[in-house]
Structure formats: structure tokens, C-alpha cells
Nanobody, 126 residues
Framework: QVQLVESGGGLVQSGGSLRLSCAAS????????MGWFRRAPGKEREFVAG????????YYADSVKGRFTISKDNAKNTVYLQMNSLMPEDTAVYYC???????????????????WGHGTQVTVSS
């Protein structure tokens, strides 16, 4: 089992920044791909960004490229999502997830992830 706990959400004005954290624990997660997803009201869950624990390879959704940065701290067993230039359309519940290693192209599919956190709310006001 892998346990994931998100934190860092909140209310921010348009153009502001937030950093989300995902603390991981449990067995074998160190070989996994870690992903951030989000679900906005009335919309389906969508991929935001992913990173590998080993090489630190990253992949982003087009909608967040240049604004969001995913990173990791192996010593703290934590993955981060730095979100800059936030816009009202970024408002969503953000989830951390873990999956077994796979090519980048399949990272975007939520069904491939085995473990999920409970989510943290991000609200961007205009």
C-alpha cells in the first residue's frame, strides 16, 4: 500500500501562487510515477503534471506549461506542485496519485494510477 496526503491548497487571487505538497509513505512508492490531477466543478478529472521518483523526469499538461512546476524531495518523501500565475480556471480539487512506471503518453490517464490522496481545494478568485 502507498499512502498519499496532500496539503497546501487555499484561496488566492488571480495572478497569485500556491505550492501544493504530497507526502508519500508505504512500500515500493520510490519506483512509481507521481502525478497531480485536478477536478473542477462540473468537469472530469484531468492530468496536470507528473514526475518520476528515480530520474525526476517530468511531463505537463499544455494548460499549465510555463506556469506550474512539479518537483520532488526524496529525503522528505514529498512531491510538490508550484503553481504560479494562477487563473480562475485553475480552481479545482487537486489530487496526488501514484502509478507504476510507464511511458509519458500514458501518464495522463487517471485509470492507470493505483493510489490516490484525498485532495486539496484550490480556489482562484478573479
Amino acid at each position: 500500500q502507498v499512502q498519499l496526503v496532500e496539503s497546501g491548497g487555499g484561496l488566492v487571487q488571480s495572478g497569485g501562487s500556491l505550492r501544493l505538497s504530497c507526502a508519500a509513505s508505504g512500500r515500493t512508492y520510490s519506483t512509481y510515477v507521481m502525478g497531480w490531477f485536478r477536478r473542477a466543478p462540473g468537469k472530469e478529472r484531468e492530468f496536470v503534471a507528473g514526475i518520476t521518483w528515480t530520474e525526476g523526469s517530468t511531463y505537463y499538461a499544455d494548460s499549465v506549461k510555463g506556469r506550474f512546476t512539479i518537483s520532488k524531495d526524496n529525503a522528505k518523501n514529498t512531491v510538490y506542485l508550484q503553481m504560479n500565475s494562477l487563473m480562475p480556471e485553475d480552481t479545482a480539487v487537486y489530487y496526488c496519485a501514484a502509478r507504476k512506471p510507464a511511458p509519458f503518453v500514458v501518464w495522463v490517464a487517471s485509470k492507470g494510477y493505483d493510489y490516490w490522496g484525498h485532495g486539496t481545494q484550490v480556489t482562484v478568485s478573479s
